[in-house]
Nanobody, 125 residues
């Protein structure tokens, strides 16, 4: 299984970015996917997650600003990020797990065995 993120880059505060993550190499249909981020000197934190049935979970810090979605036909996960803040600056990682785990367990990085290599987001003030 391979996860490849794209869409990161520099942006000014208040701006928007859309991250994408293409998943390949698996056929199991019931999967959950999520976005995590890690800033220098900080622990990896969950940003948003989505189960195969569309159930979603967001970190409090991004609620109302970020939207997670997935296109099953394209095996692609998205993260629409609006009203970006300098505090959103981090490396953003896509993760996948087999089963619908987001609704019952939340954004626990320990649930995810499959990770992309990340895409950097830099928000300037």
């Amino acid at each position: 299984v391979q996860l490849v993120e794209s869409g990161g880059g520099p942006v000014q505060a208040g701006g928007s970015l859309r991250l994408s993550c293409v998943a390949s190499g698996y056929t199991y249909k019931t999967t959950c996917m999520a976005w995590f981020r890690q800033a220098p000197g900080k622990e990896r934190e969950g940003v948003a997650g989505i189960d195969s049935d569309g159930s979603t979970r967001y970190a409090d810090s991004v609620k109302g600003r970020f939207t997670i979605s997935r296109d099953h036909a394209k095996d692609t996960l998205y993260l629409q990020m609006d009203s970006l803040e300098p505090e959103d600056t981090a490396m953003y990682y896509c993760a996948l797990a087999f089963g619908d785990l987001i609704a019952p367990y939340g954004l626990n990085p320990g649930l995810f065995a499959l990770w992309g290599s990340g895409t950097q987001v830099n928000v300037s003030s």
